[in-house]
């Protein structure tokens, strides 16, 4: 929304009161907002801090979910938790490196320590499951592009481990290639510009669901 230069006048003109108050009324109504003023006014704590927090959390969770939770649509709703985790993350930081980065380590976690448990099980009770990891790399790769190339590196690290698990799991390869993820995407100079396009098309067509 764009705001025009009266309105931004008008807001100037407030006295100190009324600019407390008017900010007191709209973190009240946006905990989003709340949390981060609260992230770049008071924690004494950097981005990458913050990002290593939640990194350690989302392993020390996953771990934990892979061992204790046998019910597949259970452990699903678990891990879309930890997905929502992360969403908040970005946008109490504007963390860009963190979005893709915890994503793809969520996969890569997800993939190590659950992959006996999901070739035991089968494609079917895991199906949703594979469904959610292949779109949340595609989403991953696709942000990657939007990245500064000093990062590219961080990112292939991370990725080739996702990758060396997610080849343990023989449905995985499977309904990933019938998706149309080529494994190469999995090093960032590989993936090609015009990669949301190509998932449109896919979705387009009834895969990715």
Known sequence: MEYSKEFKEALSNFSPKEKDKLIFRLIRKDKILSQKLYFELIENITVDEKRKELEDYIVEKVEFYAKNITNAKYYLKLIRELSAKITLHVKVTSDKFGEVYLNLLLVYKILEFHHVKMVRQGLEVNYKLYIYIINKIYRALILTLKLDEDLHLDINSISQKALDELVKIPDMVRL??????????????????????????????????
């Open 176 to 209: 990933s290639i019938n998706n149309g993820l080529d494994f190469n995407f999995f090093q960032t100079e590989n993936i090609p510009e015009d990669l949301a396009s190509q998932i449109r098309e896919l979705k387009a067509e009834g895969f990715l669901r």
